[in-house]
């Protein structure tokens, strides 16, 4: 297999069109691509510059397959049993139903990604610090980021962590490590880069003083 | 004021250049600017895409005065009150002497960078999840990496959480409002656009299962 190069993708362009990408196709991914994605993320920032970190790069179709089963009854709980309430509710929640689908069609088919990478900070598993995740979303931010200079598609789920324990058995982690995310890297089957959703500034950014808007 | 047009920076090229910068000028930074690094953070992921967040510019020189007060004494009570252990020991440790010195000129001229952003989640004040940030650091990421753009230095800091209720009525947030951050933002004045100094992926990168090394 040679190693796709990557694309001479602008900064600000990348940073206004990576969307969580959640229809993944099932072809490989070139181990110098998995290296190149790891080594962005891990000049993201780390407190103290500890880096605590493992990143677990999953690739066995039968701990992905496993794990799915645990992913799926997450989603399930979480969203999937209010699919008919969003469905047919009018299309101007946080979740749109073309998201919705999408995560759907994640929860059904996660195993099917090629990779998935399992972000894990050491000494945390009995934190309830919420600000603990400073030392690793943004280098995962880094991560689903590079992704997108080599044409892969991404994005940061933690619907596994009802079954945090057995994840962690799964996956030889120590004791006091806690899994942060996972997220299934691959090549989009569907859909296309383009700017996230969002509310608009107006109504999120304040000067010196937050106010009721 | 005329607002600076953004580098033509590569994405790669940036995740790997931009490290912490804590060495910042007064010099003011353009409502143009501020503005488009916080449209490019807002692009960052929000689970369930709820966007619970709120962004405060804080350029209130009363207001940076009195939170710097409180940042300090966070410093001297993880850090600086390690001053000679540190800078007298083998520069091996995570934080060598140079970070050391930088973080330290930091917490006692963080006042004087012309803008900071705090970063806010709100409704999460009572929170005890360690995977809270997943919803707020990847868009500190992006806002950072935007940043970068601009040539505008930043870090994330979180050493103010000492005083979070001072904090939180000094900027007028609800009572259910966390602070995710501190990020102050500036013109570098001094140091450079370097790859952060990480530990090898060897020794962090694991294949299906985690294994002590």
């Known amino acids: 297999m040679t190693t796709p190069a990557p694309q001479d993708l ?4 990348a940073l206004h069109s990576t969307p969580a990408r959640r229809y993944l196709s099932t072809e490989p991914i070139a181990d110098d691509v998995i290296r190149a994605v790891l080594d962005a993320a891990v000049r993201g920032p780390s407190g103290g510059n500890s880096q605590a970190w493992a990143w677990i790069v999953v690739r066995d179709p039968e701990v992905k397959k496993q794990i799915a089963g645990w992913y799926r009854e997450g989603w399930e709980r ?19 139903k073309r998201t919705f689908l999408a995560a759907d069609h994640l929860a059904n088919h996660i195993e099917q990604a090629p990779v998935w990478i399992v972000p894990v900070l050491l000494g945390a598993a009995k934190s309830g610090n919420p600000r603990l995740g ?6 995962v931010q880094q991560l689903m980021l590079a992704a997108r200079a080599y044409g892969l598609g991404s994005t940061l789920t933690t619907l596994h962590i009802g079954h945090e324990e057995e994840v962690r058995d799964l996956l030889g982690l120590p004791a006091d490590a806690l899994t942060m995310a996972i997220v299934p890297l691959g090549y989009p089957s569907r859909g296309r880069w383009a700017q996230p ?10 000067f010196d003083r937050y106010e009721e808007r």
């Open 197 to 206: 959703r969002r509310r608009p500034l107006e109504e999120v950014v304040f």
């Open 134 to 139: 400073s030392s690793i979303y943004g280098a």
């Open 78 to 96: 979480h969203y999937g049993s209010r699919r008919e309430q969003i469905l047919n509710a009018p299309d101007d929640g946080p979740m749109s």
């Open 10 to 13: 602008g900064l600000l362009e």
